[in-house]
């Protein structure tokens, strides 16, 4: 199992900003995936999930209303797109997958939200 994101990056505040990440090694299909974020000191958050198949989606209080999660299952990517970004948004943000009887994770991208 692979997971490797990218698209994390520097945006000013109010800004917008879409996370990937592919995924290699499982039927993409069968599984939900997630996104975390974590910053210093503290325990990662679970972020968003969504569900396949039917694309059910869930969402940190924190972030409902500005954050959609999504898939492409034939891309076998998941996304994460960030609008109206606060500078607490700022985090490494982790893909994650619980595949084949264990726990997976990306390698993470840091998004930094600062004027």
């Known amino acids: 199992v692979q997971l490797v994101e990218s698209g994390g990056g520097l945006v000013q505040p109010g800004g917008s900003l879409t996370l990937s990440c592919a995924a290699s090694?499982?039927?993409?299909?069968?599984?939900?995936m997630r996104w975390y974020r974590q910053t210093p000191g503290k325990e990662r958050e679970l972020v968003a999930s969504?569900?396949?198949?039917?694309?059910?989606?869930n969402y940190a209080d924190s972030v409902k209303g500005r954050f959609i999660i999504s898939r492409d299952n034939a891309k076998n990517t998941v996304y994460l797109q960030m609008n109206r970004l606060k500078p607490e948004d700022t985090a490494v943000y982790y893909c994650n997958a619980r595949v084949l009887g264990g726990v997976w994770w990306g390698q993470g991208t840091q998004v930094t939200v600062s004027s």
């Open positions: 969504i569900i396949s198949p039917g694309g059910s989606t």
């Open positions: 090694g499982f039927t993409f299909s069968n599984y939900g």
